[in-house]
Structures are given as C-alpha cells and as structure tokens.
C-alpha cells in the first residue's frame, strides 16, 4: 500500500494518513464509477486515536478488513492533522488526488451503500 504513514502528537495521541482504493460502496460508487479515471480511484483517509494499532483497529471495525501500515513514506501534512484534530469522530476520508476545493468528508458517507442516500431523502419528503 502506497502513500501511508504517521505521525505522533504532542500529547501522544497519533494520527494515522492511508492511500485506500475506493471501497465499492458508497457516493462515488466503483473505482471508475461517477467520471472518475482509474488514477483517481482512491481515497485519503486519516484517523486519530491513542497508538498506531488502535488506528487501524478503528478501520476494521468499520470494515475496511485489509489495512496495514507499512512505513511512514506519506505522513499526514499540517492541514491533514488540523483537519483530523477538530473532527468530533476523528474519521475522515477525500479523494486522493488532491483537489483543492473538496472538502473532508465523515467515513460515514464513505461507506454507505450507494441507494442508502436516496432513500432517506425520499423518505423525508414524503
């Protein structure tokens, strides 16, 4: 897995950034799903917790089974930590490639199947 790594905080808490392939689930769909190339088929995701393995067990609680942490080629930039740091949940995920306008997203909406968004505003407005 390319384009992971940490980095510990002051206090001793430590933030956890992974490059993730885009899981089939969720608002983009597939890998190539929505207009999106092969290239851009990923996703940044960073988690904050007490140790490095809590981080990666948070991840596999929610399903994503296949995440290690393999060196620390790609630690979390400066705006990654601060990001990360004023979400209550302290989950969050973006596509990869960098887009300078799309905001940080909750894993929630990373993970929910793809049908599940348009039955709750069908629901609402009924």
Known sequence: MTGSGYCVL????????????RPPCGPLGGPAGAGRSADDASVRVLVRAK??????TRLRNLGLRAVYLRGNTAPPTPDEITAVLHHPEGLLWRAAP???YELWHPIAALLRPQGAL???LGGRAA
């Not at 002051?10 to 392939?21: E, F, Q, W």
């Not at 140790?51 to 990666?56: D, I, P, Q, V």
Request: aromatic content about 0%; charged content about 25%.
């Open 10 to 21: 002051p206090g001793g808490d430590v933030i956890v950034a992974l490059t993730l392939p």
């Open 118 to 120: 348009g039955t709750e």
């Open 51 to 56: 140790n490095r393995s809590r981080a990666l």
């Open 98 to 100: 960098d887009d300078p």
